[in-house]
């Protein structure tokens, strides 16, 4: 059981790019996945989750309108797609797995699987 993100990179404020986050050894659709991302010496924030399942997203106040988050239940890959990028958006992106749905929520504690992370740098 393992989630694999990718597609990190440096960008210039106003860029985008797009997450990937690869799942294997579970059903995908039977769980939720969020994306959370950590900046250098601030905590572990949600950024999006969404269930294929259910069929419904999520997004935090401070991405709302630039980031959109998207699943290819084919390919158990969720992604993160991120425009209008700013510095403020330079951090460690994670995916994670939901273990047990609750709602949407970016409670790190009901996430019992986590990627590696994927570095995000937006230059000013």
């Known amino acids: 059981v393992q989630l694999v993100e990718s597609g990190g990179g440096l960008v210039q404020t106003g860029g985008s790019l797009r997450l990937s986050c690869a799942a294997s050894?579970?059903?995908?659709?039977?769980?939720?996945i969020g994306w959370f991302r950590q900046a250098p010496g601030k905590e572990r924030e949600g950024v999006s989750c969404t269930s294929s399942g259910i069929g419904n997203t999520h997004y935090a106040d401070a991405v709302k309108g630039r980031f959109t988050i998207s699943s290819d239940n084919a390919k158990n890959t969720v992604y993160l797609q991120m425009n209008s990028l700013k510095p403020e958006d330079t951090a460690v992106y994670y995916c994670?797995?939901?273990?047990?749905?609750?709602?949407?929520?970016?409670?790190?504690?009901?996430?019992?699987?986590w990627g590696q992370g994927t570095q995000v740098t937006v230059s000013s």
């Open positions: 050894g579970f059903t995908f659709d039977d769980y939720a």
């Open positions: 994670a797995r939901m273990g047990v749905f609750l709602g949407w929520t970016f409670d790190s504690r009901v996430y019992d699987i």
